[in-house]
């Protein structure tokens, strides 16, 4: 498991990409439709800030890649308490658990990349 982002959900996008932009001097590093903007610190691609205005009632957290989410879930949906069954994404897949405090750990693949690049 990799942290890739941190993740801040957020009920007015525009208004969120304004303050990491402007008032802390973070830069756009990508963006998926209308509900997601990934930010990084200049010079710096490790760290990145993902805010997105689609996950309501979702509190902030790690999204940590997987080699396989459909296989993690399957090896520990007894174990853990998922608030996200997988689904698909622009990249692959995803889930949400929590942790024994409430805290959500979103997991994600990059199987669709995989896929692409082998066909």
Same mark, same amino acid.
């Given at each position: 498991?990799? !942290?890739?982002? !941190?993740?801040?959900?957020?009920?007015?996008?525009?208004?969120?990409?304004?303050?990491? /932009? #402007?008032?802390?001097?973070?830069?756009?590093?990508?963006?998926?439709?209308?509900?997601?903007?990934? !930010?990084?610190?200049?010079?710096?691609?490790?760290?990145?800030?993902?805010?997105?205005?689609?996950? #309501?009632?979702?509190?902030?957290?790690?999204?940590?890649?997987?080699?396989?989410? #459909?296989?993690?879930?399957?090896?520990?949906?007894?174990? !853990?308490?998922?608030?996200?069954?997988?689904?698909?994404?622009?990249?692959? /897949?995803?889930?949400?658990?929590?942790?024994?405090?409430?805290?959500?750990?979103?997991?994600?693949?990059?199987?669709?990349?995989?896929?692409?690049?082998?066909?």
């Amino acid at each position: 498991m990799k !942290l890739a982002f !941190l993740c801040h959900p957020t009920k007015n996008l525009k208004e969120s990409v304004s303050f990491y /932009r #402007d008032v802390l001097g973070f830069e756009e590093a990508w963006r998926e439709g209308n509900h997601t903007v990934a !930010l990084k610190l200049e010079k710096n691609e490790e760290v990145q800030i993902m805010i997105e205005d689609d996950e #309501d009632g979702v509190a902030s957290g790690g999204v940590f890649v997987l080699e396989n989410v #459909d296989e993690f879930y399957e090896e520990n949906q007894s174990k !853990l308490n998922f608030v996200k069954q997988p689904c698909d994404i622009p990249p692959g /897949r995803y889930a949400i658990f929590t942790d024994p405090d409430g805290n959500p750990f979103r997991v994600i693949d990059m199987s669709k990349e995989k896929s692409a690049i082998s066909n």
